[in-house]
């Protein structure tokens, strides 16, 4: 069947990788999308250790109560993770003092300053009255927010001591961990030109090595369908997208090339027939797939047992590359460079 695979009408092959494309496309980019890692977006991350298994449902219970946006509790063998995005209360104190600094009328900055003393107050033990001045009450606004702050993060620790069951001398058991918008910001922006340089450098790579547009062109795309099948079950599935992800998805591009190169030169480089180094590159290809397949569902199902979240992430990632792969390379790549080696008139076997 293999030795056969790429005897016929082969260009039909193409009909599959382009459909999915569209499809992988609208799940990535459209609905449900993808969704931002806490390194990316910012936020705030919390591993707690634990001698006991965790009530995840009635420790969430309890967090939910906190005015948390975007919370997840996330338990793993000897504790638990939980992440969020901000508190709610906070974060919109926090966006009422950035406008009342910037807001050149004081009856305004009064308006906006008192507002902000509100929100704050509801987090604070000891309400704090707001200075009748404007500019007196917008600096008093930062030590109100730091104690609101402060009292968050007490109130956060105690109920995680609660549902834990952990003692006063357990509670170095809590790390906190927290990323600003800002350095998520920065975060994303370097991870966008790391992967932008490195798929510039493959293409030039590429290209020297074959002087050829066409054959180089279809690694890049090829590489592309591996990297875009990936985000679009990472929709799905709700990974996010994060610093672990990016470096995933590199090592993705690498694996993509390096299979697409061994077709590419075996189809361009190597004597007898299309069909024979088709096939033989298929069984080559098959092989390397197939083991890389099985090292990553081992490592992906180790991850979810022992809930090693980071781990996770990178093997989920790599394993729906790895079966992206697959179609975009014998799917797509292959019946390509076979239509375009026929178009130079190289033999071809019907």
């Known amino acids: 069947m293999i030795d056969r695979f790429y005897a016929g009408n082969y260009k039909r092959y193409m009909i599959l990788p382009a459909l999915l494309f569209i499809i992988f496309s609208i799940l990535a980019f459209v609905y449900p999308g993808l969704e931002k890692g806490i390194d990316i977006r910012g936020g705030t991350l919390i591993i707690v250790r634990a001698d006991k298994q965790v009530d995840i449902a009635a420790l969430e219970n309890a967090l939910s109560s906190l005015n948390l946006t975007e919370l997840k509790?996330?338990?793993?063998?000897?504790?638990?993770?939980i992440q969020f995005g901000a508190n709610k209360v906070l974060d919109e104190a926090k966006q009422l003092i950035e406008q009342a600094k910037a807001t050149p009328s004081?009856?305004?900055k009064q308006l906006l300053c008192k507002q902000a003393f509100e929100k704050l107050n509801t987090m604070l033990a000891?309400?704090?009255t707001a200075p009748n001045n404007a500019e007196e009450c917008v600096k008093a606004l930062n030590d109100a927010y730091s104690k609101a702050k402060d009292?968050?993060?007490?109130?956060?620790?105690?109920?995680?001591?609660?549902?834990?069951g952990l003692t006063e001398e357990q509670k170095d058991r809590i790390q906190h961990t927290e990323v600003s918008p800002?350095?998520?910001?920065?975060?994303?922006?370097?991870?966008?030109?790391?992967?932008?340089?490195?798929?510039?450098?493959?293409?030039?790579?590429?290209?020297a090595f074959f002087r050829e547009v066409v054959p180089s062109l279809a690694i890049i795309a090829a590489a592309t369908f591996d990297i875009l099948t990936a985000l679009a079950f990472m929709a799905i599935f709700r990974i996010p997208f994060s610093?672990?992800?990016?470096?995933?998805l590199l090592m993705l591009v690498g694996y993509s090339v390096d299979t697409d190169i061994m077709l590419t030169t075996r189809l361009l480089?190597?004597?007898?027939t299309l069909s024979e180094s088709a096939s033989a590159s298929l069984k080559t290809g098959l092989t390397m797939t197939g083991t890389s397949l099985i090292a990553v569902m081992i490592m992906t199902l180790f991850s979810v047992i022992w809930a090693i979240d980071i781990v996770f992430s990178i093997a989920s990632v790599l394993l729906f590359g790895l079966l992206g792969d697959l179609i975009s390379t014998w799917f797509m790549n292959a019946p390509l460079l076979l239509w375009y080696v026929e178009r130079k008139g190289r033999k071809h076997v019907k």
């Open 269 to 272: 480089k190597r004597a007898g």
């Open 151 to 164: 009292s968050f993060s007490e109130k956060l620790d105690n109920v995680i001591v609660a549902q834990l």
């Open 243 to 248: 610093l672990a992800t990016v470096s995933a």
């Open 106 to 108: 004081a009856s305004q």
């Open 73 to 81: 509790v996330i338990p793993f063998q000897g504790g638990v993770q």
């Open 182 to 207: 800002t350095l998520g910001k920065l975060f994303w922006e370097h991870a966008l030109k790391v992967f932008i340089i490195a798929v510039i450098a493959i293409i030039i790579v590429v290209f």
């Open 126 to 128: 000891s309400p704090i």
